[in-house]
């Protein structure tokens, strides 16, 4: 069974830093590229940044972008995404995603794998 499991959501002001991780397992961790994609009430899952397999590439929206900041660790399975300067339009759920051959990072079709998701709120 493969399982993504997000966690480090919650509530934060704005301008504030929030940092989320990702615990993958029962997948080739090292071949997959990993990414965060992210929902809010009524609107479509939006691409916000991803990084492949060995860390020598990253994608993400223009919105985040000298923000946030996606990491991995393949030793410990587990990817990371650094949120800083958060904004209230920020707040979504957070799910996790892994997929290898990709052609389309930004695309959800893209993807094999979802974590169930993480609320990140930012007050104003």
């Known amino acids: 069974q493969v399982q993504l499991v997000e966690s480090g959501g919650g509530l934060v002001q704005a301008g504030g830093s929030m940092r989320l991780s990702c615990a993958a397992s029962?997948?080739?961790?090292?071949?997959?590229?990993m990414g965060w994609f992210r929902q809010a009430p009524g609107k479509e899952r939006e691409f916000v940044i991803a990084?492949?397999?060995?860390?020598?590439?990253?994608y993400y929206t223009d919105s985040v972008k000298n923000r946030f900041t996606i990491s991995r660790d393949n030793a410990k399975n587990t990817v990371y995404l650094q949120m800083n300067s958060l904004k209230p339009e920020d707040t979504a759920v957070y799910y996790c995603?892994?997929?290898?051959?990709?052609?389309?990072?930004?695309?959800?079709?893209?993807?094999?794998?979802w974590g169930q998701g993480t609320q990140v709120t930012v007050s104003s």
């Open positions: 990084i492949n397999w060995n860390g020598g590439r990253t």
């Open positions: 029962g997948l080739p961790f090292s071949s997959y590229t």
């Open positions: 995603v892994a997929g290898r051959g990709i052609v389309g990072v930004t695309t959800v079709a893209s993807y094999n794998y």
